[in-house]
């Protein structure tokens, strides 16, 4: 039997395919030619020197803090999990969890790392529809600490810059799309999850949409408090991170203005211009820094501390996914949910 609208979905997809292979297009190549354009006006080898001169014991508490990132994480997805009754494991199941989707968000590209903790989920028996519809949820944490620090940090900078009038008019700008993006996506967060959801596997997706919603509806305020709060701890701490890489390299910047531009960097994150922040993060540093009489050099350095630090950080990471990938049924064994739990988290 021939479903009318199929076709009409189908031209649809095809008129749609030149806009998204652009987008790609632009994903990957602007990085890259950001990152030649930086190369270019930048001297690596004083940025390499700037590096190895780099305070160690600054250094080592840049990576600590890093540490404490994924910490943070682990304790908010204790709280997801609650959120979506997907049953209480030990904190050291979570933390594993989120070393090893720390490292998929440094070397896998930006729009399939969010799958990551779903993929885990689903290999130790957890139900996939509210797999993905918590992953969906630590995403959405995720967007709304970055436009929190980043959209107070572009107006402190602005003005600071003097350009108070045009920053007061982008941040006006920004807070009211935020909030009608808010209102429109709290009636269609469950369709994205489903949409999501029916392209990675079967039949219980549809639960997703009854997932999202359920949370967004619930009483739960406790859990959702500690989501909330772990999810700006986190980013606070990530900053902090950026702070004490400044100051590894003898760089003599004020706590207030490298919280703003990690605030600018974390906004870039948003943007459909890059991969894991490459090349966007660099040119927001020697962009901002250069303001406060910082060489261009210098300010590289200072992002590639900073990847270098979350990379040492999240490197336990990658023995997770050796250990899945080895002994996959020893794996499912340990750690897939008894009855009773799965039972909890089946839709009703």
Not at 68 to 78: E, Q
Not at 256 to 270: C, F, K, R, S
Request: charged fraction near 15%; include cysteine.
């Amino acid at each position: 039997m021939h479903d009318r609208g199929s076709a009409p979905m189908t031209q649809r997809h095809r008129r749609g395919a030149p806009a998204r292979y652009a987008l790609l297009a632009l994903r990957f190549v602007g990085p890259l030619l950001l990152v030649a354009l930086l190369v270019w006006v930048v001297d690596l080898r004083k940025a390499v020197r700037a590096l190895a001169d780099a305070d160690l014991a600054w250094v080592l508490c840049c990576i600590a803090a890093f540490h404490a990132v994924m910490l943070l994480r682990a304790a908010r997805w204790a709280a997801i999990h609650a959120l979506f009754k997907l049953g209480r494991l030990g904190l050291m199941y979570n933390l594993r969890l989120s070393y090893a989707t720390g490292i998929a968000s440094l070397v896998v590209p930006q729009f399939i790392s969010p799958f990551a903790r779903f993929v885990m989920l689903v290999q130790d028996g957890y139900p996939r529809a509210r797999s993905g519809a918590a992953a969906l949820l630590e995403k959405a944490g995720d967007l709304c600490t970055y436009v929190a620090i980043g959209v107070p940090g572009l107006l402190y900078i602005a003005a600071r810059e003097g350009h108070a009038a045009y920053a007061w008019a982008g941040g006006a700008a920004a807070l009211a799309a935020a909030v009608a993006a808010a209102g429109t996506m709290r009636g269609r967060v469950g369709g994205v999850a489903d949409f999501i959801l029916r392209r990675v596997g079967p039949p219980e997706a549809p639960s997703a949409a009854r997932g999202v919603e359920e949370v967004i509806d619930s009483r739960n305020g406790a859990h959702l408090a500690a989501f909330a709060g772990t999810s700006l701890a986190t980013g606070f701490l990530q900053l902090i991170a950026t702070y004490v890489a400044v100051r590894a390299l003898g760089l003599d910047l004020a706590f207030t203005y490298v919280a703003a531009a990690w605030g600018v960097v974390a906004l870039t994150m948003l943007l459909p211009i890059s991969v894991n922040g490459l090349g966007t993060r660099e040119g927001v540093y020697v962009a901002v820094f250069a303001a406060q009489g910082v060489g261009r050099e210098d300010a590289f350095a200072v992002s590639l501390l900073v990847v270098a630090a979350s990379l040492a950080a999240a490197a336990p990471g990658v023995l997770e996914w050796l250990y899945r990938a080895a002994w996959p049924k020893r794996r499912t064994a340990a750690f897939a949910p008894s009855a009773e739990r799965t039972a909890e988290s089946s839709p009703t």
